[in-house]
């Protein structure tokens, strides 16, 4: 397993974007595109240095169970941490 570095960490918590549902598709396809080099999203998406990205908004954090997180992300974790944000 993988563990998410405080830097990954760090740029997860201090980049937030709203996700809007009248966003504008080729902008996302821009901002997921610089995910991919630590994640995956879509069919098939399996963890890469980051944890995959599928069904992150209000999900609670670190629940991908083959991928091993930060003792930073587990401690927000277990202080309620939900994905509200895509990146």
């Known amino acids: 397993m993988k563990r998410l570095s405080t830097a990954a960490l760090g740029f997860a918590l201090l980049a937030p974007m ?8 080729a902008k ?3 901002v997921v ?4 080099a ?11 240095v980051g944890p995959i990205l599928d069904g ?3 999900r609670e954090a670190s629940q991908i169970s083959d ?3 930060s ?4 401690a927000r974790a ?3 941490l939900v994905g509200t944000k895509w990146r």
């Open 33 to 36: 595109n610089r995910c991919k």
């Open 78 to 80: 277990a202080e309620g």
């Open 67 to 69: 991928f091993r997180y």
């Open 38 to 48: 630590c994640h995956a999203v879509g069919d098939g998406a399996a963890n890469k």
């Open 28 to 30: 996302g396809e821009r």
């Open 56 to 58: 992150i908004v209000g």
């Open 18 to 25: 709203t996700v809007l549902a009248e966003g504008d598709p």
């Open 71 to 74: 003792d930073a992300l587990l």
